[in-house]
Each structure stands twice: as structure tokens, then as C-alpha cells.
């Protein structure tokens, strides 16, 4: 399945959108059609949310980081004279 590829918070919506285009499935080629392409752009969307977030998270970590180490070093230099 697909699951994998989610992040965990959006697992419910994928699992929810699998679940409505189900049903419409069964129904003409044509319909069948949208049904998938809504349920695989659900999961798309998801999944790029989820990635974005967690680069969002990396990069704040980072300069996070590297303000840390600036202060350090500021100190070390402060400290020297």
C-alpha cells in the first residue's frame, strides 16, 4: 500500500480517500478514472506536506545550530583577549 510514503499524521485522510473512491470503482471506466486520480492526488499532496514539514523542521535545527555555534564561538573569542 501506500501508507509508507505518508507521514504518519496524514495517514486517516489517505485512509479516508481510499475508502470514498472505493465504492465508484465499480462504476463506469470513466468514473473510475477520477476516482483514482483523486485518491493518488490526495496521497501525493500528503506526502509532499509531509516532507515539506519535515525540511521545514531540519532547517530551523540548523540554524538553530548554527546560532548555538556562533555564540560559542563568540564567547571563546571573548574569552581569549
Do not use: C, Y
Not at 36 to 43: K, S
Amino acid at each position: 500500500m501506500l501508507l509508507p510514503f505518508v507521514p504518519k499524521e496524514g495517514e486517516r485522510e489517505v485512509v479516508e480517500a481510499f475508502e470514498q473512491v472505493m465504492p465508484i470503482q465499480r462504476l463506469a471506466p470513466t468514473a473510475r478514472e477520477v476516482a483514482d486520480r483523486r485518491f493518488f492526488e490526495t496521497v501525493v499532496r500528503v506526502h509532499r506536506e509531509g516532507r515539506s514539514s519535515r525540511a521545514l523542521r531540519s532547517v530551523e535545527m540548523n540554524e538553530r545550530t548554527a546560532k548555538d555555534e556562533i555564540e560559542r564561538l563568540s564567547k571563546r573569542g571573548e574569552e581569549g583577549k
